[in-house]
């Protein structure tokens, strides 16, 4: 069955969370707080993993909230539907999640000091993932195939925009003390960034709690207790496989050749470009599988 995508300035959002109003809402009428948060990503790019980082810093590495409080309750995606009810109402200090380019972000932020965390992951591990993805969740077409999805992925096609649209307007905030970008495991950094003086302990048991076992095993952030009418996880695992370069599984050669070439044109001129500016190639250490999620 067909979805009836969404359309906002131009973009798809999935149907079953996103409104025109909420969406209109969120970037023309929503007010942000000096003290709000923001955990912002391309979709399948590490947001599960940053909002437990997160989430964890906020109780101090100490777990409960974690497992007994939903990851959309503990961090409201305030641009959809339901979470934007939920983050009017949420009490300062904020944590909030979106998929938001930049261009349609909220205005007021312009005049706030409110943080931003923007996590960032391979895009051709996130093409493989948003491929699986789409095929569990009902509010995404499921994909004609793999090549195809492809094409839209660096067409812009796909729900959420362009990958690398999304990258080069968020990039641009890179030199604000206000922006934070991670790509992998680097905990201290983030606490310095929040204003958290976290000890070892804390730190350990965040990394401990954040990682990709402990993820699939919570319910909390897993979506495992979503209705098989949301996400139908006999199609799937939500959290799939944790490893950084599964995409050498799914691309063939000319897809690969293809895929870099597009991404040199498109991220040209961009400085300090995530990953890499010509593609090298790098094997992940097993501390960093459980960023992938």
């Known amino acids: 069955m067909p979805v009836h995508y969404v359309t906002y300035k131009g973009i798809k959002f999935p149907p079953a969370y996103n409104s025109v109003h909420s969406l209109s809402f969120a970037h ?32 101090h590495g100490h777990p409960i909230w974690n497992q007994t409080v939903l990851n959309s309750d503990r961090m409201p995606w305030f641009s959809t539907r339901l ?50 993805f789409c095929q569990m969740c009902n509010s995404y077409e499921d994909p004609v195939s793999f090549e195809q999805f492809l094409r839209d992925f660096l067409s812009g096609e796909l729900p959420h925009g362009s990958w690398f ?8 905030m890179k030199d604000r003390e206000n922006f934070f970008f991670i790509t992998y495991e680097d905990v201290r950094r983030l ?21 990709f076992t402990a993820m699939r095993q919570n319910p909390m952030c897993s979506s495992i207790l979503l209705p098989a009418d949301i996400m139908d996880q006999t199609k799937g695992q939500f ?10 599984n799914h691309f063939t050669v000319a897809q690969s050749e293809t895929f870099n070439r597009i991404y040199q044109e498109k991220m040209r001129g961009l400085d300090r470009c995530p990953f890499y500016l010509q593609f090298t190639i790098h094997e992940c250490s097993e501390s960093m599988k459980f960023f992938q999620a």
């Open 28 to 59: 023309n009428e929503f007010l942000v707080r000096d003290d709000d948060v923001f955990n912002i990503t391309y979709p399948k790019s590490g947001t599960v993993w940053m909002t437990e980082i997160l989430s964890l810093i906020r109780s």
């Open 239 to 248: 959290l799939r496989k944790g490893i950084c370069g599964d995409w050498k």
């Open 191 to 211: 606490c310095h960034f929040l204003g958290q003086n976290l000890d070892d302990d804390a730190i350990s048991s965040v990394v401990q709690n954040a990682s």
């Open 165 to 172: 649209e999304h990258v080069r307007g968020w990039m641009q």
């Open 83 to 132: 979470g934007l009810e939920a983050a009017l109402s949420y009490p300062s200090p904020r944590l909030l999640t979106c998929h938001l380019p930049r261009h349609i972000f909220p205005k007021s932020f312009s005049h706030s000091t409110a943080k931003v965390i923007y996590t960032l992951r391979d895009p051709r591990d996130v093409v493989v993932s948003y491929f699986y």
